[in-house]
């Protein structure tokens, strides 16, 4: 149930960007916000390397796009054209994230902890689908500010 919900909401986020050529993908459609549908994809694919490989494994990732200089760089460096490479990171960052979830017990805990303590690959699980369902919320708007479709 929490593979699926969580596939579930890694498609709804890409179907948002469905069809829209590189500089609507970028645009920021809720000024003074540098939020974008490119800029969601990007903060995804980070949110998806530092809870499954970093936290839960423990290993040293860096960030691909945010930055000590720039927390936001996720959104704040969403360009057009890089957007066809942002996709093919997302989706390399998500299949990692698969690989690793497959290969363990959900109530695994993680090598990192939070500030608040221990969390299971469970808790991580369930994190990701409140995270994507947020910023799938977000994709809805920013898609009807482009060219007004919805659903």
Same mark, same amino acid.
């Given at each position: 149930m929490l593979e699926g919900w969580l596939e579930y909401h890694r498609a709804t986020l !890409?179907?948002? *960007?469905?069809g829209l050529d590189p500089a609507q993908l970028a645009t920021h459609s809720v000024p003074p916000?540098? !939020?974008? !549908?490119?800029? !969601?994809?990007?903060?995804?694919?980070?949110? &998806?390397?530092?809870?499954?490989?970093?936290?839960?494994m423990g290993e040293h990732v860096r960030p691909?796009?945010?930055?000590? &200089?720039?927390?936001?760089?996720?959104?704040?460096?969403?360009?057009p054209d890089n957007a066809a490479q942002v996709f093919t990171d997302f989706a390399v960052d *998500?299949?990692?994230?698969?690989?690793?979830?497959?290969?363990?017990?959900?109530?695994?805990?993680?090598e990192r902890e939070l500030m608040g303590g221990p969390v299971t690959l469970r808790w991580i699980m369930v994190h990701m689908i409140e995270e994507?369902?947020?910023?799938?919320?977000?994709?809805?708007?920013?898609?009807? *500010?482009?060219?007004?479709?919805?659903?």
């Open positions: !890409l179907a948002k *960007c469905e916000s540098p !939020l974008s !549908l490119l800029g !969601l994809v990007r903060h995804m694919s980070e949110v &998806e390397q530092h809870w499954f490989p970093r936290m839960l691909r796009y945010s930055t000590r &200089e720039d927390p936001d760089g996720d959104f704040n460096g969403a360009a *998500c299949q990692r994230s698969r690989e690793i979830a497959a290969g363990s017990d959900l109530d695994r805990i993680a994507y369902a947020r910023h799938n919320g977000h994709a809805d708007l920013l898609r009807e *500010c482009i060219d007004g479709s919805v659903g």
